[in-house]
């Protein structure tokens, strides 16, 4: 029997199963961006597949903490355009 892998939101904190919520890592070329195949190789960082959280994220910089990095308007302009395009929300 296949075991879960409970993941915490950065957002709100909610566990969930690891599958079923957005991963974002931070790669070994110090790079961050959306993991859709869940494999990717570097410190990963989960949100839930809703709006608020993903909101929440950028605004309270969790991904800064969560990846132990800085993330520059860019990229996180880039990754929120992404995230907003795999759960197919039009962003207001």
């Known amino acids: 029997m296949a075991t879960v892998k409970m993941r915490q939101c ?3 904190k909610a566990e969930r199963d690891g599958r079923e919520m957005l991963r974002i890592v931070k ?3 110090n790079e961050i961006r959306f993991d859709a195949t869940g494999r990717a190789s570097g410190r990963g960082a ?7 959280c993903v909101k929440n994220a950028f605004q309270r910089k969790a991904f800064e903490r969560a990846l132990h990095m800085k993330v520059s ?4 302009e880039q990754l929120r355009t992404v995230l907003f395009e795999e759960m197919n929300i039009i962003e207001e």
């Not at 989960?46 to 608020?52: A, D, I, M």
């Open 10 to 12: 950065i957002s709100c």
């Open 27 to 29: 790669t070994p070329d």
């Open 46 to 52: 989960y949100l839930c597949k809703n709006q608020t």
């Open 73 to 76: 308007g860019q990229e996180a």
